[in-house]
């Protein structure tokens, strides 16, 4: 049986929502399971063999709730040899919702493009069909933890996270992207590009 990274780290308990401390002991509260982050990796997403691929399918419970509480939440997996972060979180200055993905203090740094799609359960309002929400996370610079980050920063265009603003849609009773049971699912498609360009 072949095993990733990502499903060794979630068997040594290193992936379990550790990141927020408080999200496990609040899960445990409301009887909520651990989320479900499955990571597929290879190049079999691209034709570009200077291109590493991996997709991971997010599956958040309870997701309005947890994130009605405790103002945040965040899972960390493991693809490509790094440490990831994925983070809903709010915009202290403008007091919007956003996402936001960046690496671990322990990883390298990389230059990722990145697609955020968060799958649509309901019909949004004068809609015919069902849309996710397709979040292009794509950027030219490097991506590279906190104490590395300022190393880098001199040298090369340098940011600590890719986020995206989505406006209050997480609070709203009715939004087409979470289900009846509070559950949101999403899929982040990552291409790992060449920090130097050849």
């Known amino acids: ?28 509260m409301l009887g909520c399971p651990r989320d479900d982050i499955r990571v597929h990796e290879g190049d079999f997403l691209s034709v570009d063999s200077h291109e590493n691929n991996f997709l ?20 960390e997996f493991v693809a490509q040899g790094r440490i990831w972060v994925l983070r809903f979180d709010m915009d202290k200055l403008g007091g919007n919702w956003l996402v936001e993905f960046g690496i671990s203090r322990d990883s390298s ?35 590279a933890p906190g104490g590395v980050y300022r190393y880098y920063m001199d040298q090369f265009s340098t940011r600590r996270t890719v986020l995206w603003q989505l406006s209050d849609w997480p609070m709203h009773d009715n939004t087409a992207y979470v289900d009846y049971n509070g559950t949101l699912t999403a899929e982040l498609m990552m291409t790992i590009k060449p920090r130097y360009p050849y």
Request: charged share 25%; aromatic share 4%.
């Open 1 to 28: 049986m072949a095993v990733n990274d990502h499903d060794s780290f979630m068997l040594l308990h290193l992936g379990d929502n550790d990141v927020n401390s408080k999200d496990r002991s609040l899960r445990h």
């Open 56 to 75: 991971v399918h997010f599956v958040f419970r309870m997701f309005q709730k947890r994130l009605r509480i405790a103002r945040k939440l965040e899972v």
């Open 109 to 143: 740094p990389v230059r990722p493009n990145a697609v955020l799609e968060i799958q649509a359960n309901r019909l949004s309002p004068g809609s015919d069909t069902m849309q996710p929400l397709r979040l292009d996370m794509c950027t030219s610079d490097v991506l």
